[in-house]
C-alpha cells in the first residue's frame, strides 16, 4: 500500500502559510457533500491560517519599525549636512543663516547614534527649534524640503512605534508564529491526509481530484524543503530568512494546481 505523504517538518512558515491557504481552498470547494469530518476539519484549518496570517504581519512590525528609524537617520544627516555646507558659502546672508541654523544642530549632535527613544526626544525637540527660524531656513535652498522630510520621517516612525506597542500587547493574549506550526501540522498529517487516503480507495469518484491536488500541493513543498537541505550539505548557501522573520504571507491566486 502506498504510504501517506506528510508535510515535511522542515517548511518555513511562509510556505505552510501558502500551503495551508491552497488546502483550504480546496476543501471548500471539492469536499464531498455530507462529509461532516472534512466540514469540521476545514472550519480548523481555516481557523488556523487566519490565525497564522495574523502572527506572521504581527511579527514583522519590529522589522518596519528599524527600517523607518533607518529612514529618520537618513534624513536628520542629509539635513545637518546640507546646513554645514552652506556655513562655507561666500555670500554672507547665506552663511550667516547656516551658521544660526548649524548652531541648533550642535545642540543634537550625531542623533542616529542614540537609542531610538533618545532619538525620537530630541528630533522632536529639533524640530521645535527649527519653527522660529522660518527667516534663515528660507534663505538656504533645499533646507525647507530638508527639515520637512525629517519631520515626515519622525512621523512615520512615531506611527509606527504606536502600532508596535498595540501589537506586542495584542501579542501577549494570542499565540506565535512558530507556536502554530506544530499543531497545523500535526492537524494535516496526523488527521486530514490519512482520512483522504482512505476516502480515495473507498470513493474515490468523490475524493479523488480532492486528494491528488493536496498531495501535489504538499510534494511541492516537500521537494523545496529537500532541495534547500541539500544545498546545505553541500555547502552552498540559502536564504536563512523564515516567514515569522519578514518573510510576506503568500495571499493565495491560484486556488487550482
Not at 512605534?161 to 500535526?186: C, F, G, W, Y
Request: proline share 3%; glycine share 4%; net charge negative.
Amino acid at each position: 500500500m502506498k504510504k501517506t505523504l506528510r508535510v515535511n517538518t522542515s517548511i518555513r512558515i511562509a510556505e505552510l502559510c501558502a500551503a495551508l491557504e491552497r488546502i483550504v481552498a480546496w476543501l471548500e470547494e471539492l469536499s464531498a457533500e455530507g462529509d461532516s469530518y472534512l466540514t469540521e476539519t476545514t472550519k480548523k484549518l481555516k481557523e488556523m491560517h487566519e490565525s497564522l496570517v495574523a502572527a506572521l504581519n504581527r511579527s514583522k512590525i519590529s522589522t518596519r519599525l528599524e527600517a523607518f528609524d533607518n529612514a529618520r537617520d537618513a534624513e536628520t544627516r542629509l539635513l545637518y549636512k546640507l546646513i554645514d555646507g552652506y556655513t562655507a558659502h561666500p555670500n554672507e546672508k547665506i552663511a550667516a543663516a547656516a551658521t544660526a541654523l548649524s548652531k541648533i544642530c550642535a545642540k543634537y549632535p550625531a542623533m542616529w547614534n542614540l537609542n531610538q527613544n533618545e532619538q525620537s526626544g530630541m528630533t522632536k525637540s529639533l524640530l521645535g527649534d527649527f519653527v522660529g527660524e522660518t527667516e534663515n531656513i528660507a534663505v538656504l535652498d533645499g533646507v525647507a524640503v530638508r527639515v520637512a522630510n525629517v519631520k515626515k520621517a519622525h512621523e512615520d516612525f512615531e506611527a509606527a512605534h504606536k502600532t508596535m506597542v498595540a501589537t506586542n500587547e495584542q501579542e501577549r493574549a494570542t499565540d506565535s508564529a512558530s507556536s502554530l506550526k506544530k499543531p497545523i501540522l500535526v492537524l494535516v498529517n496526523d488527521d486530514l491526509l490519512p482520512y483522504l487516503a482512505t476516502m480515495r480507495r473507498i470513493q474515490p469518484a468523490q475524493y479523488e481530484k480532492l486528494a491528488a491536488l493536496i498531495d501535489r500541493e504538499i510534494q511541492n513543498v516537500n521537494d523545496k524543503v529537500s532541495a534547500r537541505s541539500k544545498s546545505a550539505t553541500k555547502g552552498e548557501k540559502t536564504p536563512d530568512v523564515d516567514a515569522e522573520k519578514g518573510e510576506q504571507p503568500i495571499t493565495q491566486t491560484d486556488s487550482q494546481a
